[in-house]
Structure formats: structure tokens, C-alpha cells
């Protein structure tokens, strides 16, 4: 199974995306999705994440501005971006994780978002 992110570009401060990731093929028990962001120099970070529940977290910096969602079906979560900052210039890689056996993580290739001042 492989994940396949999209949504990313070129926004102007203050614009909006709306970031996709798809799984190819069906996930038995996918417990964790997380959208997660790495800024050139520096280390990738958790944006946020939501479990199987539906119980969200977000790191600090998101301030209200992000929400992420999830389609069960689909094997698929969102991240929708507002109020984006130039702060927010990263490549965001999508996950999902299932934390009890049969265990797996997964990774997508990764989306850039650019945001303009």
C-alpha cells in the first residue's frame, strides 16, 4: 500500500489549501493518520493528526488556523489550511499507523506548500 498526497502549491499569505492523502489499497485497522511538515534545515514535525475516534491533535503552532479529517472508506485524510503564514513553507508528508499488531507505518512522497509574504 502505498500513500499519494496532493493539494500542495503556491499561496499568497493569508490563502487556504486543502492537502489529500490516498491510500492505493485497503489498510486493515488504520489506527492513526497525521499530516506532518519538514521546512528546509530543519526537522520534520508533527502539523496534526487524528485517530480512528476521531480525536484530533495539533502542535501549537497551528493556532485554530488547520483542521484535519478523515474518510474511513476511502483510506483517505484531509488537511485543510487557512490563514496560512509564510511560516508554514514547508514539504507535508502524510502517515498512517497502526500502533497494536499487525503493526504498520506508512509514509507518503511528500506535497510542498509555499506561502508568500
Known amino acids: 500500500v502505498q500513500l499519494q498526497a496532493s493539494g500542495g502549491g503556491l499561496v499568497q499569505a493569508g490563502g487556504s489549501l486543502r492537502l489529500s492523502c490516498a491510500a492505493s489499497?485497503?489498510?486493515?485497522?488504520?489506527?492513526?493518520m497525521g499530516w506532518y511538515r519538514q521546512a528546509p534545515g530543519k526537522q520534520r514535525e508533527l502539523v496534526a493528526s487524528?485517530?480512528?475516534?476521531?480525536?484530533?491533535n495539533y502542535a501549537d503552532s497551528i493556532e485554530g488556523r488547520f483542521t484535519i479529517s478523515r474518510d474511513n472508506a476511502k483510506y483517505t485524510s484531509y488537511l485543510q489550511m487557512n490563514s496560512l503564514k509564510p511560516e508554514d513553507t514547508a514539504v507535508y508528508y502524510c502517515?498512517?499507523?497502526?500502533?497494536?499488531?499487525?503493526?504498520?507505518?506508512?509514509w507518503g512522497q511528500g506535497t510542498e506548500v509555499t506561502v508568500s509574504s
Open positions: 489499497g485497503s489498510l486493515f485497522g488504520a489506527d492513526v
Open positions: 487524528i485517530t480512528s475516534g476521531g480525536t484530533t
Open positions: 502517515n498512517i499507523r497502526r500502533r497494536v499488531l499487525p503493526r504498520y507505518d506508512i
